[in-house]
Each structure stands twice: as structure tokens, then as C-alpha cells.
């Protein structure tokens, strides 16, 4: 089965920072990667698909790039509402897992 | 509006058996996989069971083999989550979720979830 790991777990940052976020797939995804936002007490939000797509309705200040094995979410101007936790899910294959997810807090 | 809308949640003991629902509206359900996640309280994302369209293919987490059961009735745009054998680790709330173009692929539809409580 193939394993998602996320760094760093936790990230200290300041409105108008640019933020990046990896996953690194333990073999090859290929582009199957999809990045989410979770606020607390609510069902994730989907932010880019494919590993560069972004899903409509979502701010262009969010990007993400990668293939293969190793992948990057950036916020390219932090804003208040960007506090949040994000996490990366393959769907390459089954079991479709996701990784352990980046907190992003107020610096 | 496309919705999901979770329900049958609720609070029972190591060894029980609960049934979740996901009663989908707003798009053409037997289109798309389906899948369940959970989160565990103070803790990340765990993709749970899948299955596609037609309902003719399932998948399962190995945490949950053998003991849950995924099904869907594309007649009544509900799909279900059979939870037998429940111990304190299932403890979570539970989102069901849609696939955005078909077959696994990213959840772009999800669910505000229901609570499974198991405990003495």
C-alpha cells in the first residue's frame, strides 16, 4: 500500500506569508494527489486536484505542483481565513490514504 | 444543490453494530464512486471504503476488513456503511464523500458528518 507523509505537521505563520506544504508519496502517484482544507468542526474542503488543478470557487492564491513521489502546496499571500489544517490524499490506487495533515497557525 | 447528509450515528458498546447512511441529492448518484473517511477526535483524516457506481466493486482500509461493509441502493441515492464487530478505535466522526469525475478520484462532495461513539 502506498503511504502519504506530510511536512511539517505544524506551521507558524504571519498574514501575507508564502506558505508551503510537501507530500511525499512512498512510490510513484503519478499526478493522483489532491490537496484538502479542514477547519475545526467541519468537513474537509477540496483545493486542488490532479496536483496542480484548482477546484472552482477556490482562491488563486493556492497552488500546488509535483509528480511522482513529491508534491507542494503553496499560499502564495496567507490570509486570515487560510488558518487552517490541509492535508494530501492520493488516488492512484487503493487503499486511497491520506497524509497526517499541516496545521497552520498564527505566528 | 448537490448534498451529501450523513446520519446513524450514535453511542454504543465494543462489540456492537451500527449502520450509517448517506443520502446523496443533486447529482446523478449511480455516476460516481462513493467513498467513507473518518476522523478520530484531535486526530487526521483515514480514508475507510469505497465503492463505485454501480456498486459492483469495493474497497476497504485494512483497519476495517472484515468488519464493515459498504453498500449503496442508487434507487434511492443512498449509500450505507455496515459497522459490525465496533471497537474504541472506530471512535470517529464518519463523512461520506463523492468522487469528482467517476472512478477514484478526489472527493470534491462531502458530507457534514455523523458522530459513532463506541464505549463502555
Do not use: H
Not at chain 2, 448534498?3 to 458498546?13: I, K, N, T
Request: with cysteine.
Amino acid at each position: 500500500d502506498i503511504q502519504m507523509t506530510q511536512s511539517p505537521s505544524t506551521l507558524s505563520a504571519s498574514v501575507g506569508d508564502r506558505v508551503t506544504i510537501t507530500c511525499r508519496a512512498s512510490q510513484s502517484i503519478s499526478s493522483w494527489l489532491a490537496w484538502y482544507q479542514q477547519k475545526p468542526g467541519k468537513a474537509p474542503n477540496l483545493l486542488i486536484y490532479e496536483a496542480s488543478n484548482l477546484e472552482s470557487g477556490v482562491p488563486s492564491r493556492f497552488s500546488g505542483s509535483g509528480s511522482g513521489t513529491e508534491f507542494t502546496l503553496t499560499i502564495s499571500s496567507l490570509q486570515p481565513d487560510d488558518f487552517a489544517t490541509y492535508y494530501c490524499q492520493q488516488y492512484n490506487s487503493y487503499p486511497l490514504p491520506f497524509g497526517g495533515g499541516t496545521k497552520v497557525e498564527i505566528k | 444543490e448537490v448534498q451529501l447528509v450523513e446520519s446513524g450515528g450514535g453511542l454504543l458498546q465494543p462489540g456492537g453494530s451500527l449502520r450509517l447512511s448517506c443520502a446523496a441529492s443533486g447529482f446523478t448518484f449511480r455516476n460516481y464512486a462513493m467513498s467513507w473517511v473518518r476522523q478520530a477526535p484531535g486526530k487526521g483524516l483515514e480514508w475507510v471504503s469505497a465503492i463505485t457506481g454501480s456498486g459492483g466493486s469495493t474497497y476497504y482500509a485494512d483497519s476495517v476488513n472484515g468488519r464493515f461493509t459498504i453498500s449503496r441502493d442508487n434507487s434511492k441515492s443512498t449509500m450505507y456503511l455496515q459497522m459490525n464487530s465496533l471497537r474504541a478505535e472506530d471512535t470517529a466522526v464518519y463523512y461520506c464523500a463523492k468522487e469528482k469525475r467517476g472512478v477514484r478520484d478526489a472527493f470534491d462532495i462531502w458530507g457534514q458528518g455523523t458522530m459513532v461513539t463506541v464505549s463502555s
